[in-house]
């Protein structure tokens, strides 16, 4: 059972925001009482924090699936990108935002954890990156990561970037782009532009 409130409580937070989705809500299109959710759960942010640990853990296995292809690191960030998109629901309500605004203590803890991740992940792809010949040898690894996890986190800020003007898939595929450029060799670019074109 607890499962299954975590299974429809993600669903509902994704598609509707933490903010909106009560505990009636959920209970009632789970078929139970509100009492079988507070067995599990002593209250909402309790919940939510269930549902936030539960999400990031399984983004966390998706993109270790994806890593473990050992796809050329250009690839592979579109493929992680495809993934999330998929897995988050294109981020219709903007949940982060709402955790951010209603949730902060769960918030900054969910962002240490995504930053210890992320990083690890895009230090091991621009490494790769380097290797292989795409990534030019002189960048700065650990400033790259650092900044492209700030500018990850920067664009889902819907007071810089309206959802109603900017949909997170196009802001995914500008920022990749805009971080691919700045690292890449010729030969990085080509690769660049022959996966945008493949990712249409």
Same mark, same amino acid.
Do not use: W
């Given at each position: 059972?607890?499962?299954?409130?975590?299974?429809?409580?993600?669903?509902?937070?994704?598609?509707?925001?933490?903010? $909106?989705?009560?505990?009636?809500?959920?209970?009632? /299109?789970?078929?139970? $009482?509100?009492?079988?959710?507070?067995?599990?759960?002593?209250?909402?942010?309790?919940?939510?924090?269930?549902?936030?640990?539960?999400?990031?853990?399984?983004?966390?296995?998706?993109?270790?699936?994806?890593?473990?292809?050992?796809?050329?690191? #250009? /690839?592979?960030?579109? $493929?992680?990108? =495809?993934?999330?998109?998929?897995?988050?629901?294109?981020?219709?309500? $903007?949940?982060?935002?709402?955790?951010? *605004?209603?949730?902060?203590?769960?918030?900054?803890?969910? *962002?240490? *954890?995504?930053? /210890?991740?992320?990083?690890?992940?895009?230090?091991?792809?621009?490494?790769?990156?380097?290797?292989?010949?795409?990534?030019? !040898?002189? #960048?700065?690894? !650990?400033?790259?990561? =650092?900044?492209?996890f700030h500018g990850m986190m920067?664009?889902?800020?819907?007071?810089?970037?309206?959802l109603q003007k900017f949909s997170?898939?196009?802001?995914?595929?500008?920022?990749?782009?805009?971080?691919?450029?700045?690292?890449?060799?010729?030969?990085? #670019?080509?690769?660049?532009?022959?996966? #945008?074109?493949?990712?249409?």
């Amino acid at each position: 059972m607890k499962e299954k409130i975590l299974q429809k409580s993600t669903e509902l937070f994704l598609n509707l925001g933490f903010k $909106s989705v009560t505990m009636d809500d959920i209970a009632q /299109e789970l078929g139970v $009482s509100k009492k079988t959710i507070y067995n599990h759960f002593k209250n909402k942010t309790d919940l939510v924090e269930g549902v936030t640990n539960n999400i990031f853990e399984n983004v966390c296995k998706g993109i270790d699936q994806i890593c473990s292809l050992d796809q050329n690191p #250009i /690839e592979e960030l579109y $493929s992680i990108k =495809r993934f999330t998109m998929q897995y988050l629901k294109n981020e219709k309500a $903007s949940p982060q935002h709402q955790l951010n *605004k209603y949730y902060p203590k769960i918030y900054a803890n969910l *962002k240490n *954890k995504q930053f /210890e991740v992320m990083q690890d992940c895009v230090v091991k792809n621009l490494n790769k990156g380097i290797a292989v010949g795409m990534f030019r !040898d002189t #960048i700065d690894v !650990d400033f790259v990561s =650092r900044i492209y996890f700030h500018g990850m986190m920067g664009i889902k800020d819907i007071k810089l970037f309206p959802l109603q003007k900017f949909s997170m898939n196009t802001l995914l595929d500008h920022y990749l782009e805009y971080h691919l450029r700045g690292i890449c060799t010729e030969k990085g #670019i080509q690769k660049m532009n022959q996966t #945008i074109i493949k990712n249409k």
